[in-house]
């Protein structure tokens, strides 16, 4: 669970404050190595603020995905997979989320 940042500096406040840290973990309801945890980020980085989260860089740039497919419009997934040399879901999921549609065959 996340905890906010205000919430952090009332329990280190609180143990700042003379009480125990077991008291402190009882009373607030965290857990023992959160509050060290606290503690120690305090100490080594001045702050409690929480750590950015990280993400990889897309596979699969959108920009040039739409280009791609304006060029060619009849290509299907696993094409366009190899092109990019990424999985057909990952083609799926980044066509969905710029709008663009595949081409549906009605004469089934």
């Not at 009332?10 to 009373?27: N, P």
Request: aromatic share 10%.
């Amino acid at each position: 669970m996340t905890y906010g940042i205000d919430f952090r500096k009332r329990v280190i406040a609180y143990v700042q404050s003379g009480h125990t840290k077991k008291e402190t973990c009882d009373l607030f309801g965290i857990g023992t190595d959160t509050l060290y945890r606290w503690e120690t980020q305090l100490k080594n980085e001045g702050h409690l603020n929480r750590k950015p989260r990280s993400r990889s860089p897309r596979k699969l740039p959108l920009d040039r995905l739409e280009a791609y497919v304006k060029e060619h419009p009849d290509a299907f997934l696993k094409e366009i997979a190899e092109h990019f040399n990424c999985s057909i879901p990952s083609v799926w999921a980044a066509l969905k989320k710029v709008n663009i549609t595949l081409k549906k065959d009605n004469n089934l």
